[in-house]
């Protein structure tokens, strides 16, 4: 653990106010810093595992390189700072959970149930609910056989929630957490306190990005091939072309992130919620990167054990809730996404 900067102990008793994001350094982090920055925010406090690069270290009052399994982290954190919200995105996804999902479990039960935690504490001390901003995953569903997922059409929050991969367990279960801190926690305690955690989450769906390129999720495939595309090289695709699952790009999920935060609580009928923007198969996103980029080589060789993942997956999800109770709706169809964002800013980068 790197000593802490003098610049963080402010000279007073008073501690600096803080918006936290965990996992910074990853494909969610990178954009959400940018739009708080953008937006004016001037208390981000980033944390993630690896660290962050310079430019998003330009963007926080502080940056840790910390592990949020970690309770001594947690303690310096608690001492330091006025936590007013949190966005915590660290997290082990879907395909790497599968090869060691003890770990995973560790991270992703045991590093959120430490965020809750702090949130319940910094509540209790200055007095104000937390804001906990957290992303759950369409991997908490299981549509388990053809017909269920031909049958079930987009899926609301309540249905199928029978997850097949130790992420989707995880993240279903911290979902409940999350709940149980905004609605329960310490109910039979005398100094209990309404609502210490403000909690909300969005099922992200699959996430593309023209920035980065993700690591370690089943949904993976779609930006994979299209950074590929880009670069000039071939890519086997691990799905079938039949795959059909839910996305949206990484500014909409940003936007989406950042307009639940701002939802007035009033509003909101829910704490999880559903949000998407397309659900292409595959090879209906092989033929889109092909108009593109004429020269794609892009070639289907599926893997068992993960095409088996996106078969419990649902087709799409139904996000009525979400539009209805704060206002989501993507700029980014399919067309768009690849015409206004993603095909102009991978071409950027490569
Ligand atoms: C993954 O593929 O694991 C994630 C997800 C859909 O939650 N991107």
Redesign the pocket.
């Known amino acids: 653990m790197p000593p802490v900067p003098a610049s963080t102990f402010d000279r007073g008793a008073r501690r600096n106010a803080a918006v936290l994001v965990t996992g910074a350094g990853g494909e969610v982090g990178h954009g959400l810093l940018k739009s708080m920055h953008a937006a004016g925010r001037r208390d981000l406090v980033a944390i993630d595992l690896r660290g962050v690069d310079d430019a998003q270290r330009s963007l926080c009052r502080e940056c840790f390189v910390g592990d949020i399994c970690e309770t001594p982290l947690m303690h310096r954190l608690q001492a330091m700072f006025e936590i007013t919200e949190i966005y915590h995105l660290a997290a082990l996804?879907?395909?790497r959970t599968e090869f060691a999902p003890e770990a995973g479990h560790e991270v992703n039960v045991g590093g959120t149930m430490n965020m809750l935690r702090l949130a319940a504490d910094q509540a209790r001390s200055h007095g104000k609910p937390v804001k906990f901003l957290f992303p759950s995953?369409?991997?908490v569903y299981g549509c388990t056989g053809p017909n269920a997922r031909r049958e079930a059409g987009p899926i609301a929050e309540d249905d199928f929630n029978r997850p097949t991969t130790m992420?989707g367990c995880n993240k279903l279960y911290c979902e409940h957490l999350g709940g149980y801190y905004a609605l329960h926690y310490r109910r039979l305690a005398q100094d209990r306190m309404d609502r210490v955690v403000d909690f909300r989450a969005i099922r992200?769906?699959?996430?593309i990005s023209a920035d980065t390129i993700?690591s370690?999720?089943?949904?993976?495939y779609a930006a994979e091939m299209i950074h590929a595309a880009a670069e000039g090289k071939p890519y086997a695709c691990f799905v079938r072309p039949d795959t059909r699952i839910p996305f949206m790009t990484m500014p909409d999920a940003i936007s989406a992130f950042l307009a639940l935060a701002a939802a007035d609580r009033e509003c909101l009928s829910r704490t999880v919620y559903n949000a998407r923007a397309f659900n292409p198969s595959a090879g209906e996103l092989a033929d889109l990167v092909g108009e593109h980029f004429p020269d794609a080589q892009i070639t289907f060789e599926p893997d068992e054990q993960r095409q088996a993942i996106l078969d419990s997956w649902p087709p799409d999800c139904d996000d009525t809730a979400a539009r209805n109770d704060w206002g989501f709706n993507p700029q980014h169809d399919l067309r768009s996404a690849f015409e206004d964002y993603l095909v102009p800013g991978i071409k950027a980068h490569y």
């Open positions: 996804l879907s395909t995953s369409i991997a992420y992200f769906p699959g996430l993700p370690g999720g089943t949904s993976d």
